[in-house]
């Protein structure tokens, strides 16, 4: 393990972040909410500590090895989330302990959306953009950002990029250079959020509330700047937008790049993940209107509206709300639930297992149905016209099972610290898969639940951030051998 590499890349990452919490600092300044204090020392402490590890090592050029890379990978969210809370500690509104600081920074850069604040709708602009930020700079992750504007980055980037991206195959490149590849999906990232927030302001949000809403939205977080999500504006057009834009973050960023370059919606069509992705929304948003229907819950319009924008949300893992879905028929909620294990596609902003996997994992059953039937008959598993190599199966049913582990384990930790059956449940498959909002006790926040539950869950959101392996390989110790 080179420790000297890697604290030179964590130092340059943290003096990297540090540098985002003078947006809402002049935020404060301009609406003067009088939180500019808290923003200014906390960009002070964060970019001493970076200072503090670059200065030391910035003449290490060693290349990062892959090792090195899921280390800082690792390091940088938890030294993150800690760091990311100094800002909620510090200012007078919301007045947040450190374990609900931490909490509240994590779920954002996680792109969880689980919150433990109440009266959003009363907390200064500052903090609430701040909140907002957070999430744009997990959605992509700020170690792509780092490659993308840091050439010094460039050398052993691709250990740094493979530990972050998301999906079962991470090896592919958009361009043959990855600060290429890592600015290109940016760029990306960028142009949708600001396509988003544009479309938020004609539809009807206030300047301030549509580059808010956007920055969660195409990072597919969930945060608000009222109480009541996105059912705060009362506004059909509003969440047409809100889905439009949802299901867009949801696909594979690739996908974009593709059919940006080409100016074709081609690649969308012969993509498998992306017609399963969408299939899986529609047939799932069916099914919700047809529950509100029949239940009387709301008329046949009505109904489309909630099932659908419920639908996108939940199984997207967003988080966003234009209604209490706890109050539905209970089948509903978890069907939604379960849903949000899947997630969106590979390489999205989007939390769950992925598409992808799932697609695999279905694809890998029929093989074994055929197998019955035809013992002797060779059947490659294929996406699209590929065949998948059986090194890329074993790692999908891999995640799979330790996936399901990691969520029962945690899921009876929850249980033992006293909460509901329901509550426990929600909890930890909300904040596994990076969706939020949950059921029982944490339907609207996370504020009321006891401590240890708390840093429960703010593993299971690292773990679900990261895809179980980049954070679990870290206690192998095998990965401490030299």
């Known amino acids: 393990m080179r420790s000297a590499v890697v604290f030179r890349v964590l130092g340059v990452l943290l003096t990297l972040f540090s540098v985002s919490m003078l947006v809402p600092a002049g935020v404060s300044l301009l609406y003067r909410d009088g939180t500019a204090t808290a923003f200014l020392l906390a960009f002070a ?10 200065l030391p090592t910035r003449k290490q050029r060693a290349e990062l090895r892959i090792r090195d890379g899921f280390l800082v990978t690792v390091l940088f969210w938890a030294v993150l989330g800690f760091y990311g809370s100094f800002p909620l500690m510090l200012s007078d509104q919301p007045e947040l302990s450190f374990t609900d600081a ?15 604040i109440q009266g959003l709708d009363d907390l200064p602009r500052s903090i609430l953009l701040y909140r907002q930020q957070l999430q744009w700079l997990g959605g992509m992750g700020i170690i792509v950002l780092a ?11 691709m250990q740094l990029f493979r530990a972050e991206i998301t999906g079962p195959i991470k090896d592919s490149k958009l361009t043959p250079r990855i600060t290429q590849t890592a600015k290109a999906l940016w760029y990306i990232y960028l142009s949708l959020t600001v396509a988003c927030a544009l479309a938020y302001w004609l539809a009807g949000m206030e300047p301030f509330d549509a580059i808010a809403h956007s ?10 700047t009222h109480d009541t999500s996105i059912g705060f504006f009362n506004s059909q057009a509003i969440e047409l937008v809100a889905v439009f834009f949802i299901v867009l973050s949801g696909i594979n960023f690739t996908l974009h790049f593709y059919a940006f370059r080409q100016r074709s919606l081609h690649p969308y069509r012969i993509d498998p993940e992306c ?8 047939i799932t948003a069916l099914i919700a209107w047809l529950i509100l229907f029949t239940h009387n819950e709301h008329d046949a319009v009505a109904s489309l509206r909630y099932g659908l924008f419920a639908t996108v949300s939940i199984v997207t893992t967003t988080g966003f709300s234009i209604a209490d879905h706890s109050v539905w028929p209970s089948v509903l909620p978890f069907l939604l639930f379960l849903g949000s294990f899947t997630g969106g596609c590979a390489g999205s902003t989007a939390g769950g297992i ?19 039937i035809h013992p002797n008959a060779v059947l490659p598993i294929k996406v699209g016209l590929r065949a998948v190599p059986d090194r890329v199966m074993e790692a999908v049913w891999g995640f799979f099972s330790v996936y399901v582990l990691t969520f029962t384990v945690m899921f009876l930790a929850v249980l033992a610290t006293d909460l509901d059956l329901t509550t426990s449940f929600s909890a930890v498959a909300a904040c596994i898969n990076n969706l939020g909002p ?4 944490v339907v609207h926040h996370y504020g009321d639940i006891n401590s240890v539950a708390k840093w429960i869950l703010c593993f299971a959101m690292l773990i679900g951030r990261l895809e179980v392996f980049t954070l679990l390989v870290l206690f192998s110790p095998a990965f401490w051998r030299k």
């Open 45 to 54: 402490i964060t970019l001493v500590t970076g200072l503090a590890c670059w």
């Open 102 to 116: 931490v909490f509240e920074s994590l779920s954002g850069l996680t792109t969880t959306g689980a919150t433990v």
């Open 147 to 157: 490659i993308a504007v840091l050439p010094m980055l460039g050398i052993g980037g």
């Open 215 to 224: 920055f969660s939205t195409v990072a597919i977080g969930g945060f608000s």
């Open 275 to 282: 017609r399963t992705y969408l299939v899986i929304l529609l």
């Open 354 to 372: 992925k598409v992808m996997r799932l697609l695999l994992i279905l694809k890998q059953g029929s093989r074994e149905i055929m197998r019955l």
């Open 438 to 441: 949950g059921l029982g006790e």
